[in-house]
């Protein structure tokens, strides 16, 4: 199975250049602007939360958030990049290190809607942002999402190596579809009051179906 651990790190890795007073400084400062930033985000959407709202949460002057970041779009990106890291860690958590590849798929993406739904405005600005950017950040964005499309790929991958899924299976195909499909499901908590529950049954059902023609079983 594949190993998700992380390895620990040498000595020399481990090491940091240190700081000077100036320099901690500024990394505290943008710190608090991301952190004020994503909060707004969450709780009101991308639209709705101003650069001077961001300041007012971070306790700082907007000069303070346009000297670290070029304007809201360029925030609101490294919001982004961070939070699709920590998903990706989420998935990981979720997914495990054995088991049916079905339930493994299923418990990925149900620890990630456990902790999306903690801030549904925040993923709803990201799915209506990745329809109107330019062509360069849409590749940026596409390489944030990556690693979490590689964790789903990695099981599919291990079920291909334990025999449990056929030989031929196309993972990162079957990956990015399983991507889309969970991201889609976001519309029935904005419209119809899905709860965690319901999207993890829905999830397990459109998983396995899927998944349905893939396996070694008869």
Do not use: C
Not at 17 to 31: E, F, G, M, Y
Not at 37 to 56: Q, V
Not at 101 to 127: C, F, N, W
Request: charged content about 25%; proline content about 3%; aromatic content about 8%.
């Amino acid at each position: 199975m594949r190993d998700f651990s992380t390895p620990a790190a040498s000595p020399e890795s481990d090491a940091q250049p240190r700081l000077n007073r100036r320099q901690a400084a500024k990394v505290r400062t943008r710190q608090k602007v991301l952190d004020a930033a994503r909060a707004l985000f969450a709780e009101r959407g991308y639209d709705a939360a101003t650069i001077r709202d961001i300041a007012r949460e971070a306790g700082m002057s907007t000069g303070a958030v346009f000297a670290n970041f070029q304007d809201k779009a360029e925030l609101f990106e490294t919001v982004f990049g961070e939070e699709m890291t920590g998903l990706a860690h989420d998935f990981r958590i979720g997914a495990g290190s054995d088991g049916p590849v079905v339930k493994r798929l299923t418990g990925a993406m149900d620890a990630g809607y456990h902790r999306s739904l903690e801030h549904l405005p925040l993923m709803q600005a990201m799915i209506a942002r990745s329809w109107f950017q330019p062509s360069e950040a849409d590749l940026r964005s596409r390489a944030f999402i990556k690693p979490v499309i590689e964790t789903l790929s990695a099981i599919l991958q291990d079920g291909v190596r334990s025999g449990e899924l056929r030989q031929d299976v196309e993972t990162l195909l079957i990956a990015r579809m399983l991507w889309d499909i969970w991201m889609s499901n976001f519309r029935f908590v904005a419209y119809d009051g899905w709860d965690a529950a319901a999207l993890s049954a829905h999830i397990g059902k459109q998983t396995a179906m899927v998944l349905a023609g893939q396996t070694t079983t008869r």
